[in-house]
């Protein structure tokens, strides 16, 4: 069964930073659209950022911008996400999502991705 696997949560104090890490498990998704979405208790899943097959589009909520940073690495087929100056309303279960392979405009609605990852918890302590 193919997967996402995200790593690189934790509990960090404000101001800190972390990077997430997300890797496929059977499959290969170097040509699809990746993205971050993350859900904090009793709210919906959001879209945190995104970036197209090619590493040449990224986008970004606008409570993120500035402060995060999406990369991918196709040769080792895995994608990014560097959070700085985090902040206690990031804390939040985040997930890693691959859309549709050779996209080259960035979705951010959580229903143009079909594979998800498990989530990878991140909490930020004031």
């Known amino acids: 069964q193919v997967q996402l696997v995200e790593s690189g949560g934790g509990l960090v104090q404000a101001g800190g930073s972390l990077r997430l890490s997300c890797a496929p498990s059977?499959?290969?998704?170097?040509?699809?659209?990746m993205g971050w979405f993350r859900q904090a208790p009793g709210k919906e899943r959001e879209f945190v950022a995104g970036?197209?097959?090619?590493?040449?589009?990224?986008s970004y909520s606008d409570p993120v911008k500035g402060r995060f940073s999406i990369s991918r690495d196709n040769a080792k087929n895995t994608v990014y996400l560097q959070m700085n100056s985090l902040e206690p309303e990031d804390t939040a279960v985040y997930f890693c999502?691959?859309?549709?392979?050779?996209?080259?405009?960035?979705?951010?609605?959580?229903?143009?991705?079909?594979?998800w990852g498990q989530g990878t918890q991140v909490t930020v302590s004031s």
């Open positions: 999502a691959a859309s549709t392979p050779y996209t080259t405009v960035v979705h951010t609605s959580s229903t143009r991705y079909g594979t």
């Open positions: 059977g499959r290969a998704f170097s040509n699809y659209g």
């Open positions: 970036i197209n097959w090619s590493g040449s589009r990224t």
